[in-house]
C-alpha cells in the first residue's frame, strides 16, 4: 500500500489530444522554453493563461528536460510517431499515472483488487468493503462509488483533495479503463464505476514491461511476475489478457523466452531498438515526426 502523504494534488486533465500534440513539437524543439511556448501557440484553449498551464503540466508529464534542454527520451519518440491513436492514448495516460501518481494508486490499489482480484482493498473485509462502497449487505452491483474511492485516499493515504481524486477517476475514465453508470444521483462524489472492456495494445505493453523490469540484474520472469506487474495493475488487467499480450509480443520477437515447463521471459534490453521495432521496420533513428493524429 502506498505510504501516508505521498501524492500531490494537481489540477489538469488527460489532454491525450494536446498531449500528442505536446510530444510531436517536443521532437523538433531544443529547449524547454521554446518547448513551451510552442505548446502555448498551438492549444486550442481560449485563455492564454490556460494553455500555459496546460503547456507547463504536459511538459512535466511527458518530456524529460536536462538542464533546461529537451531530452527525446524513446517514451517520447515511441508516443509522439505511433500511429495507432489507442496506444498512443495509452502510453500518454501510463506517463500521466507515473507523475501524478494518486492515479496510479487509485487503478492500482483500489480497482485492480476489486475488478480483477475479486476482493476489497487492502484494509476492509468484504462487509466492511460492501457497507462503506454501496451501503448495502451484499454485493450485487459489481461497482465501486467515488465516495468510497475518496474515503479511502483520506484513510489509507492521508490525501484530502476530493477534487483531484474526481479528476483523477476522469482520466481513468478518459483511458478505457472505467466507465460511469448513467443515472446515478448526487453528483461527481456518488458517481459509480464499472470496469470498462479493455486491454492493453501490443506497442503498449511491450514498453511498460520493458521499463519495469529491463533495469534488473536478471530480467527473465515467470509468467506470474508479467501478470502482477504494477504496469498490469495500472492498467486494470487481467491475468488471461496479459497471458495473450506475452504470447503476442514472444512471436513478434518483442520479448525472449527460455525454458521448458517453467518457461521464463525477458523484456527487450536496447530501448532504441525496441521503440523502432514498434513503430515499424525502415525508419530512420531520431526525431522523426509522426504522420497526423486520426
Known sequence: ???????????????????????????????????????VAALPQPSEKT?????DKLIQRL????????AVSPFVRLAANIGDSQ????????????????????????????????RPPQGFSAAQFRLANTGALFDYDNVIRA???????????????????TRALRILR???????????????RQAAFALSPHTMRLPTFAFCLYEEFASRRSPALALDQVQNARFAQ?????????????????RRKLVTRSGGAAPRYAPAADP???????????????????PPSP
Open 1 to 39: 500500500m502506498s505510504s501516508r502523504q505521498s501524492f500531490a494534488a494537481f489540477g489538469q486533465e488527460l489532454y491525450p489530444e494536446e498531449a500528442a500534440q505536446a510530444l510531436r513539437l517536443a521532437l523538433g524543439a531544443s529547449t524547454r522554453a521554446e518547448l513551451r511556448q510552442q505548446i
Open 87 to 118: 496506444a498512443r492514448t495509452e502510453l500518454i495516460y501510463y506517463r500521466t499515472a507515473q507523475t501524478d501518481r494518486i492515479i496510479a494508486a487509485i487503478a492500482a490499489e483500489i480497482l485492480y483488487p476489486y475488478f480483477i482480484q475479486g
Open 147 to 165: 465516495s468510497f474511492i475518496s474515503a479511502y485516499a483520506r484513510s489509507a493515504w492521508g490525501f484530502r483533495s476530493e477534487q483531484t481524486v
Open 174 to 188: 478518459e483511458a478505457g479503463l472505467i466507465g460511469a453508470l448513467p443515472g446515478v444521483p448526487g453528483g461527481a
Open 51 to 55: 494553455r500555459a498551464r496546460i503547456a
Open 272 to 290: 532504441d531498438a525496441l521503440v523502432e521495432k514498434l513503430l515499424g521496420a525502415g525508419r530512420p533513428p531520431g526525431r522523426t515526426v509522426a
Open 63 to 70: 518530456i524529460p528536460i536536462e538542464h533546461r534542454q529537451i
Open 234 to 250: 495500472m492498467f486494470v488487467v487481467r491475468p488471461v489478457d496479459v497471458t495473450a499480450l506475452v504470447e503476442e509480443a514472444r
